[in-house]
């Protein structure tokens, strides 16, 4: 069905985060800085992840995919908001707003699938560690990630179909910074009770169905792990879970707010704050807490710094 056939707005006009015309420039500045380490950090780890022998492993493999996801998410979405804030206006055509929306849900999906995988690949890792190398091969490895990547364009499609198979007629400010699915249906000319069980439904089934994987995961990794008498070999299995956990906890935390319990029509502002915090910054700190207490991530480095001084001389 055309979508014009549905509807009779061209555009809508975001709000934003502050009317004030200083408040937009700071905030322009920050989103910047923000988006800009976002993308120099995931590149740094698909770069040594790439190019670094050490690093070849289905762990680094996954990461190096959590990476791209990263970049893709939030560029689905924080250059319309820069422009936006620079322009000081908020306008955004249907079909970019339907882009935008496609976007950022696709990769958040693909996100949210790929978080489950690496938590199965650690639970292969630490309690069935002679069957490691055979189950999770370079062929699972792909078929995992690919996967991943398949569904979320699926369930990005999904929602998107559901979120513009409305019409809409006016009026069309959209009372946040980004085309987000709730606040956009909520300017619906008809009836979205339909649409909003039906996103209810998936989301709740995908982020449940994820959440036991890694629970699980983690359930027996502990179990594993309280039975190791090695306390090196304890520390080891400790420090490469917990910086998964921190960015699943944030994660589905956000996203279980965000789409799985239902909001009220006056807490517009606070959605807007949850979403500025998953939007921009949760892939801005993503990076760090992956690298920062990694130490193979740390030697790549020094080999990479220590190449390019050989090569520079």
């Known amino acids: ?103 950022y849900l696709c990769f958040g999906a693909a996100e949210c699938f790929l978080l489950a995988v690496m938590a199965y690949d650690r639970y292969l890792a630490i309690c069935q560690p002679l069957l490691y190398p055979v189950v999770m091969d370079r062929w699972r490895q792909m078929y995992l990630a690919s996967s991943c990547w398949a569904g979320g364009f699926l369930g990005g499609a999904i929602y998107v179909g559901c979120t513009f198979r409305h019409s809409y007629c006016g009026p069309n400010r959209i009372n946040h910074f980004i085309c987000e699915m709730p606040s956009v249906l909520k300017l619906a000319c008809d009836d979205t009770h339909v649409t909003q069980t039906i996103i209810f439904v998936l989301a709740g089934v ?56 239902p909001r009220s029509e006056t807490f517009s502002d606070r959605d807007k704050n949850i979403a500025l915090f998953y939007v921009v910054i949760t892939p801005f700190l993503n990076p760090i807490i992956y690298t920062l207490r990694n130490k193979d991530v740390h030697e790549a480095v020094a080999r990479a710094l220590r190449r390019g001084r050989f090569e520079s001389k």
């Open 1 to 103: 069905m055309d979508i014009k056939n549905l509807t009779s707005i061209t555009e809508f006009i975001l709000v934003g985060l502050s009317s004030q015309r200083k408040t937009q420039l700071l905030l322009f500045v920050a989103v910047l800085l923000t988006y800009s380490l976002t993308i120099l950090g995931n590149l740094v780890v698909i770069l040594l992840v790439w190019f670094d022998t050490h690093l070849q492993s289905p762990m680094y493999y996954f990461l190096m995919h959590l990476s791209s996801l990263e970049i893709c998410y939030v560029t689905s979405t924080e250059p319309q908001m820069l422009a936006h804030l620079l322009a000081g206006n908020g306008v955004i055509s249907y079909t970019c707003c339907a882009a935008q929306l496609f976007g």
């Open 206 to 261: 995908g982020i449940l169905i994820t959440i036991v994987i890694v629970l699980t995961s983690y359930v027996v990794i502990l179990f594993s792990v309280l039975q190791m008498r090695s306390v090196t070999g304890l520390h080891k299995a400790l420090s490469t879970c917990a910086s998964h956990l921190i960015v699943v906890t944030v994660f589905y935390g956000t996203d279980i707010v965000t789409y799985v319990i």
